[in-house]
């Protein structure tokens, strides 16, 4: 195959932290046969080499959070065949979306010494807010496997295959011993999409929701659930209010508007 | 009473004939164990893990679960100790055999692109031969519907490991909370289909068991292991055990035309009702020792020279389960809840001549919101009225 033939792919970064893009790094063993089928021609992570589009293939990370980002969105969108979003903060605004539950003015006057010089909007939103996209990639951060699945996919020109089943499943694949029933620990599997493989439960923790809501959510069932093994509102409050807080149905599970300290439900 | 002193049984099987039953005391118990691993096989059965009871290698006694038991509601488990040192004093736990006859997830295949072609290569079906130690009697019922879905089904992965494997059977000494095999006529006895089947015995300040020998391969590792003839008193014993575990079950459930009740009454309010609890989480299938659902998928690797075929646990609760052109043929909860609960307790006759259910009460217990269907029944036949004409299926 010719250099001139491979797809480019472009990977491009908003409000986040790098970790979802890190990934890709992070498959050491794959990662030349990658670089072997696609060019990588915007990678600022893996490199400070930038060619143009158009992009057969963009992976965007992150959220919109400056009116700076919604116009940059727009001109990636219109120069990628296919753009496929990574990670919470691009499928649904990341933990920064917590500044759509309250007032994005005052914390940049906690946070800034000059907050008239912070351009930003009053939202963290999900790249899908945007624009169209043909893939969401969920996880804090994506799994490898997941987002090798995905490049693969794409380039065959079939659909990825990335089941949108609960963590439960994960689970009871491999085994693990339920928390929730055997012990009596919070978790937010049962509401959550797979991915993972079930990280926490085996390591005898509840579910945190890292790759959001699963295709089927019954979150008012679980709540009843959650508290009836002792967690008071404002826990559950919060346990919905992280990294995918503003997915509607975990946005919805946690309440609209947020419960001070041990107020009601 | 004057114990009978042991008496080397000879190897010619004579005294070990099908049917045949013996004591074994708990102090030779280690002796047994030896006499699986030196016939071949790799023994696997209960052991304590993460706060439950699992099945895993048994390397020595000391790895099984002795001296524990399960307190089992709906939605909760919880290890608690025993007052006494038994072996098997507890009830079915989170796991099934299912995960070695049928594993969660399986490569069926692989394939490589040859000049203008490709190759496909078949998994090979060789691997270890197990004994499951300590088999209920509705786990044997639930290896049965197996065997009837994947055996005679022709899967030559399943068929290769069932023919290697041992059943050493266990008479439950205790039902959990959530049993109800006495309902399904699946137990608490333990039938005729197992290669061994112990019981075990507590009584009397004397800790042992009694084995019945039922199947030749399960004779034959027995040649080694200090037995003598049962005893009337032992005898009598274990069938007291048995008695009392039948009494004891902690769920029941009414089989009276249920196949009908079910089938007829696809819009009952209860449908909706128990959705809105049901979480759609699938674990109630994935614990259940019948369900046999899986879905299979092609792998392939970057290059696109190789692909591998893969099956693995599926469930009738995944939207996607269902999809065909693009789009789920169930695609809400209450549908697919009573889509389980129809196919497990009735359409499951109509499939395969019996029941789905074997009343081992894991998809009770395993349910995080403790979903129980031996109450969902019972609550749409206190108002069976409420029919419509049997084959509405919309979702
Ligand atoms: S531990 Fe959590 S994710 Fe795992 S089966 Fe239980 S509820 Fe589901
Ligand atoms: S349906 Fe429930 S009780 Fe019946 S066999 Fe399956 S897990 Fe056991
Ligand atoms: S359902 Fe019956 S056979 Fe199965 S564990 Fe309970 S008592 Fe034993
Ligand atoms: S019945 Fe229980 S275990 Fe089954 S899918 Fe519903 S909530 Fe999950």
Redesign the pocket.
């Known amino acids: 195959m010719t250099a001139a033939a491979r797809p480019k792919l472009g990977i491009f970064k908003f409000a986040s932290c790098d970790g979802c893009q890190l990934t890709l790094l992070d498959c050491e063993d794959e990662l030349l046969p990658v670089a072997d089928r696609v060019e990588i021609a915007d990678f600022r992570e893996a490199s400070s080499a930038v060619l143009d589009g158009p992009y057969d293939l963009a992976l965007v990370e992150g959220s919109i959070t400056t009116p700076g980002d919604a116009e940059r969105i727009q001109a990636i969108r219109a120069n990628a065949r296919h753009l496929v979003t990574i990670g919470a903060c691009a499928t649904a605004g990341g933990i920064q979306a917590l500044r759509n539950f309250a007032d994005v003015r005052e914390y940049t006057r906690v946070v800034y010494a000059r907050p008239e010089y912070i351009r930003t909007v009053a939202t963290s939103t999900a790249i899908g807010d945007h624009v169209p996209v043909d893939f969401e990639l969920r996880g804090c951060p994506i799994q490898k496997g997941q987002l090798l699945e995905v490049i693969t996919a794409f380039l065959g020109h079939r659909t990825p295959n990335v089941p949108t089943e609960s963590v439960c499943v994960e689970c009871k694949r491999r085994g693990t011993v339920c928390v929730l029933v055997a012990r009596g620990t919070p978790c937010l599997g049962p509401v959550t999409q797979a991915g993972c493989g079930a990280l926490c439960p085996s390591f005898d923790r509840g579910c945190y929701g890292c790759f959001g809501p699963q295709d089927s959510p019954n979150a008012p069932s679980l709540r009843g659930k959650l508290l009836e093994l002792g967690m008071d509102p404002p826990a559950v409050h919060r346990i919905y209010r992280t990294f995918n807080a503003n997915a509607p149905s975990f946005r919805a599970a946690a309440g609209a508007t947020d419960v001070p300290a041990g107020g009601g439900p | 009473m004057t114990a009978t002193p042991p008496t080397a049984i000879a190897p010619s099987g004579e005294l070990l004939s099908v049917g045949s039953r013996h004591t074994l005391e708990r102090s030779d118990f280690p002796r047994f164990l030896a006499a699986l691993g030196t016939a071949g096989y790799r023994v696997v059965g209960p052991i304590v893990r993460d706060g439950a009871i699992v099945y895993g290698e048994i390397h020595q006694e000391s790895d099984l679960p002795i001296g524990w038991t399960d307190r089992q509601e709906a939605g909760t488990y919880r290890l608690e100790r025993r007052n006494d040192d038994a072996l098997f004093g507890y009830?079915?736990g989170p796991q099934s055999w299912k995960k070695y006859l049928f594993p969660s997830r399986e490569r069926l295949w692989t394939a490589h692109r040859t000049d203008g072609s490709f190759r496909v290569d078949a998994e090979p079906t060789d691997g270890p031969a197990f004994v499951f130690l300590g088999v209920?009697?509705?786990?044997l019922a639930a290896i049965a519907i197996q065997d009837r879905v994947f055996r005679s089904g022709g899967d030559p992965g399943y068929a290769a490991r069932r023919a290697r494997t041992l059943r050493v059977a266990v008479q439950?000494g205790?039902?959990?909370g959530t049993?109800?095999?006495?309902s399904m006529g699946?137990?608490?006895a333990v039938g005729g289909d197992h290669d061994l089947a112990l019981t075990e015995l507590l009584g009397e300040g004397r800790h042992r068991f009694l084995v019945e020998v039922g199947s030749p391969a399960g004779a034959s590792v027995l040649h080694s292991v200090p037995l003598r003839p049962a005893s009337a008193p032992d005898l009598g014993a274990a069938g007291a055990v048995v008695a009392r575990?039948s009494a004891s079950?902690g769920r029941s459930m009414d089989l009276h035309q249920i196949r009908d009740l079910l089938v007829e009454t696809p819009e009952h309010p209860r449908w909706a009702s128990v959705a809105e609890r049901c979480l759609s989480c699938a674990n109630c299938t994935m614990a259940c020792p019948t369900c046999f659902c899986h879905s299979t998928e092609e792998v392939p690797d970057l290059t696109g020279e190789h692909v591998e075929r893969w099956r693995r646990w599926d469930s009738c609760f995944h939207s996607a389960f269902t999809e065909l052109h693009g789009s789920p043929v169930r695609k809400s909860t209450p549908s697919r809840y009573r889509q389980w609960m129809t196919h497990k307790l009735a359409t499951w006759y109509d499939q395969f001549d019996r029941s789905g259910c074997?009343?081992?009460?894991r998809c009770i217990t395993w349910c995080p919101v403790g979903i129980d269907l031996t109450e969902e029944v019972a609550a749409i036949r206190a108002m069976p009225g409420v029919r419509t004409a049997a084959g509405g299926t919309g979702g």
């Open positions: 009830a079915v209920r009697a509705c786990e439950c205790v039902a959990g049993c109800f095999c006495a699946t137990g608490p575990t079950m074997v009343g081992c009460g």
